[in-house]
């Protein structure tokens, strides 16, 4: 899945972006007319907006902010639910609350807390209409601290 893709599953919106090596950064024109008079590449002010890592789009959790302010692709949880996906776990029935959009096995969603604040992203592994609805931690705000304790 590429970049265009990735956003088209969960809003109708185009980005400006420039792609540099294999990472995509925020470029409106007014960034664009920055990065001139300062004579740099993009890459040193722009908002990185995620990377092709193995021939797959893997976004920012930046990305994923912007995408949650306009898209209807949305699982909410509850303060359990929220704990647990921010540690990389995997989300079950009981820590949804509600959800907007589809809800059919297979679909991206965007994983927000009560208070409608972005925690990551998700990919449905039992519908979540179902008894034993599931949704499968993909990327998740912890991931960065993780990353970097080890």
Do not use: W
Request: glycine residues 8%.
């Amino acid at each position: 899945m590429n970049f265009e893709v990735f956003i088209s599953k969960f809003a109708d919106i185009k980005l400006e972006y420039t792609k540099i090596g294999n990472k995509y950064f925020l470029a409106d024109a007014e960034m664009k007319e920055l990065s001139k008079k300062l004579n740099c590449n993009i890459a040193a002010i722009g908002l990185i907006l995620g990377e092709d890592k193995k021939d797959k789009f893997t976004p920012s959790i930046a990305l994923l902010e912007i995408l949650s302010k306009v898209s209807n692709e949305k699982v909410f949880v509850n303060y359990i639910g929220e704990i647990d996906f921010l540690y990389g776990k995997d989300l079950k029935k009981r820590h949804i609350l509600k959800f907007t959009g589809g809800s059919k096995e297979g679909f991206f969603k965007l994983i927000q807390n009560e208070q409608d604040e972005n925690l990551g992203y998700g990919k449905i592994s039992a519908e979540l209409t179902g008894s034993k609805a599931e949704i499968a931690c993909l990327l998740d705000r912890g991931d960065f601290i993780r990353r970097e304790k080890s």
